[in-house]
Nanobody, 124 residues
Framework: QVQLVESGGGLVQAGGSLRLSCTSS?????????VGWFRQAPGKEREFVAS????????PYAEAVKGRFTISRDNAKNTVYLQMNSLKPEDTALYYC????????????????WGQGTQVTVSS
C-alpha cells in the first residue's frame, strides 16, 4: 500500500511563506509519471495547484498560484516540496500530495495515490 505523507502546513499571516513536503514511504517517486499538489477549501471542490513531471521535470501551475508557489523535488530524500510565498487568505485549504501513473496533470482523476492532507490557514 502506497502511503504519501504531507507535512509543513500551519497558520501564517497574509504575505508569509510556508514550505510543504511530501514523502512516499513505500515507493520511489521516480516510479511515477508525475507528482502533484492539490488543495480543497471548505465547501469547494479539490483543485489543482502544481505538479512535476518526473522524467522531464516540467512544472505546470494553476494560474492562481503562478509566480508565488514553486514545486520542487529532492530525489535523494524521495521528497516533493511546495514552497508557498506571498500567501493570501484565499490560499487557505487542506493541501494534498498525489502521485500519478499517467494522465492529464490537472485532473484529480489522473492521480492514483493520495496523502491525508496538511492544513494551511492564512489569516488576513
Amino acid at each position: 500500500q502506497v502511503q504519501l505523507v504531507e507535512s509543513g502546513g500551519g497558520l501564517v499571516q497574509a504575505g508569509g511563506s510556508l514550505r510543504l513536503s511530501c514523502t512516499s514511504s513505500e515507493r520511489a517517486f521516480s516510479s511515477y509519471v508525475m507528482v502533484g499538489w492539490f488543495r480543497q477549501a471548505p465547501g469547494k471542490e479539490r483543485e489543482f495547484v502544481a505538479s512535476i513531471e518526473w522524467s522531464q521535470g516540467s512544472t505546470p501551475y494553476a494560474e492562481a498560484v503562478k509566480g508565488r508557489f514553486t514545486i520542487s523535488r529532492d530525489n535523494a530524500k524521495n521528497t516533493v516540496y511546495l514552497q508557498m510565498n506571498s500567501l493570501k487568505p484565499e490560499d487557505t485549504a487542506l493541501y494534498y500530495c498525489a502521485a500519478s501513473k499517467g494522465g492529464v496533470y490537472h485532473y484529480v482523476r489522473s492521480y492514483d495515490y493520495w496523502g491525508q492532507g496538511t492544513q494551511v490557514t492564512v489569516s488576513s
